[in-house]
Structure formats: structure tokens, C-alpha cells
């Protein structure tokens, strides 16, 4: 356990930020999924418009470097890739 102040408002601190990390982390799970489902339901202009959505939320969330800037370019080019081959 932290004794002295600095390292009790260090250790407040780190709390803080892994509580919003890890939100933000859940974030980009779930505009992934949203991506991932609208292209299964098969409406590609559907899919596009999510897709479109979540590229700048995956963009962000790389900027802040809450997941590396290659997943999230990993996880784009992928996405991208299977809405472009939609019939």
C-alpha cells in the first residue's frame, strides 16, 4: 500500500485511468461488433454507414494509444476488406 501522499494520489490516479481505459477498450469491441453484424445482416449500404462511424472511433482510440495504432489499422483494413466484398 502506498505511504506517502504522492503515492496515494499516484495509485488514485492509476485507478481512474484503468476504469477509462478499459471503457474505451469496450468501446471499440463493440463498434467492431456493430460492424461485424451489419455485414452479416448482409445491407452493405447499411454496412458502410457503420462502418464509416466506427473508423473514427477506432482512429481515436488509437490516437490516445489505449490500444497500439496497429491493431486498430489491423482491425480497420480487415473491416474494410469484408465490407468491400460484399456482393
Do not use: C, P, Y
Amino acid at each position: 500500500m502506498a505511504n506517502s501522499a504522492q503515492a496515494r494520489k499516484r495509485a488514485r490516479q492509476a485507478s481512474a485511468q484503468r476504469d477509462n481505459n478499459m471503457s474505451q477498450r469496450s468501446e471499440l469491441r463493440t463498434a467492431i461488433k456493430k460492424v461485424r453484424k451489419a455485414i452479416e445482416a448482409g445491407d452493405k449500404a447499411a454496412a458502410q454507414q457503420v462502418f464509416q462511424t466506427s473508423m473514427s472511433l477506432i482512429d481515436s482510440i488509437a490516437d490516445k494509444k489505449i490500444v497500439h495504432k496497429n491493431k486498430a489499422s489491423r482491425h480497420k483494413s480487415r473491416l474494410s476488406l469484408a465490407v468491400k466484398s460484399m456482393a
